[in-house]
Structure formats: C-alpha cells, structure tokens
C-alpha cells in the first residue's frame, strides 16, 4: 500500500464517548420512529404518528434503549447473534416495563397497554413484543449498529463536535419542552389552572387538539 502524505484525521467519536453516545441517541431514536411509523401503517392501513418528541421524528425509547444495549454488548463482549437476543431479550423488557411505570408515575399516561395480550406483565410487556426487542435488537447490533457506527465516525472531526453539541442542545430543549407540555396537559385534564406565564404559554402554543396530534395513543389515567 502507498502512503498517500495525509495524515488520517482523528475520529471525534472514536471509541465509546459522548459524541457517540449522543449521535447514537439520535440514529436509534430515528431508526424506532420510523419502524413503529412503518409497522402501523402495514397494520393499520394509514399513518399514524409515533414520534416520542414534540419537534422530529424522534422515538427516544429507542435511543435510550439501544446505548443500554450497546454498552451491555461491549462491556460483555457479546458477538455471537443467539447472546445478542438474549440480551436484547432481557434487557429490552426491563427497559419497557420501567418506562411504561415511569411514564404512568410522571405523567400519569400510558402509551401502550398489553392487558388484551397472552402473556403480558400488567399489561406493561408482554411475550410477544419481547421476543421482538430480542430479534429486533439482535439483528441491529449485529449489522445495523456496525454501519451507523462506521457513519457517525466518519464526520469530519471539528464539524462533528459543533453538530454534536447543536444536536445535543436541541435534544435537551426538545425533551424539556415535550415534558412539560405533557404534564400541563394532565394539569388541565385535572382542572388545574396555569400559576404562572410558562403555564400559560405552553397552554396556548401546546392546546390538548394539537398534542393529540404528535401523541395520539397517549391516554391519561382518570
């Protein structure tokens, strides 16, 4: 092989940092946004949003759940694809069941229940859906995840950490905003009055007709 005279630029997110934490965050939340978006449109027969976010097409249980995944995977040094489902399997579940609770104990909704499903756990997970997280999770690992690995490391080394930390403070807005609507949300579903002026501006910019539009398998716990 020729040396060609330049020397390699240093990947900004080589190895397992937190620009690659956070463009993983963002490959994988867009990845479940548009399976789930696909998946309904194939059983339903017409669109039906997923996004987890209020602005982008962002599912950010999928994001969560692939860094859990991938560092558990490279911490145990799992190749083979049978462990891969095991772990995805597992790990999957747990990581289901615990935002399910978590989104029903903040906010007092559920986006998905199982209860009408065999073999279900208070109708948070359920067998099926389970062993999907596990091929499902298992198949992105193994090629999926390689691939966008091989992408996010190929973004040239200063432009990587401006659009790294853009992307990172749109997404903590973007998580900050879509909460807080939410739960003023459930405040007005309560009865409960704006006390100050961001009560009131997310009353007039996020209206429950315009939420049920980015949420609409959202239900709120009466």
């Known amino acids: 092989m ?3 005279g330049k020397k390699q630029e240093k990947s900004f997110a080589s190895g397992m940092n937190f620009y690659k934490l956070v463009w993983i965050f963002v490959f994988f939340s867009i990845y479940g946004y548009v399976f789930e978006t696909t998946a309904n449109l194939i059983e339903y027969g017409y669109f039906y949003n997923r996004q987890g976010l209020i602005y982008g097409p962002f599912s950010q249980v999928y994001g969560m759940g692939a860094i859990f995944l991938i560092l558990c995977a490279e911490k145990l040094k799992m190749k083979k694809f049978v462990h891969l489902f095991l772990l995805c399997f597992l790990v999957g579940t747990i990581f289901e069941y615990v935002a399910s609770f978590l989104q029903e104990s903040v906010f007092g909704a559920t986006s998905w229940d199982y209860k009408a499903m065999p073999f279900n756990i208070n109708g948070r997970v359920n067998l099926l859906f389970s062993l999907a997280w596990g091929l499902g999770g298992a198949v992105a690992l193994k090629w999926l995840y390689p691939v966008t690995n091989r992408l996010i490391e190929s973004f040239p080394y200063k432009k990587g950490i401006i659009l790294t930390w853009l992307i990172f403070s749109f997404l903590c ?3 900050f ?8 949300q459930q405040e007005r579903l309560m009865a409960i009055a704006p006390t100050n ?3 009131m501006y997310l009353d007039k910019k996020y209206p429950d007709s315009y939420l049920e539009k980015i949420y609409p398998g959202m239900v709120f716990k009466k």
Not at 177 to 182: H, N
């Open 197 to 199: 002026s961001f009560e």
């Open 2 to 4: 020729k040396y060609s």
């Open 173 to 175: 807005y973007d998580i």
């Open 177 to 184: 905003i879509s909460a807080a609507a939410v739960k003023r």
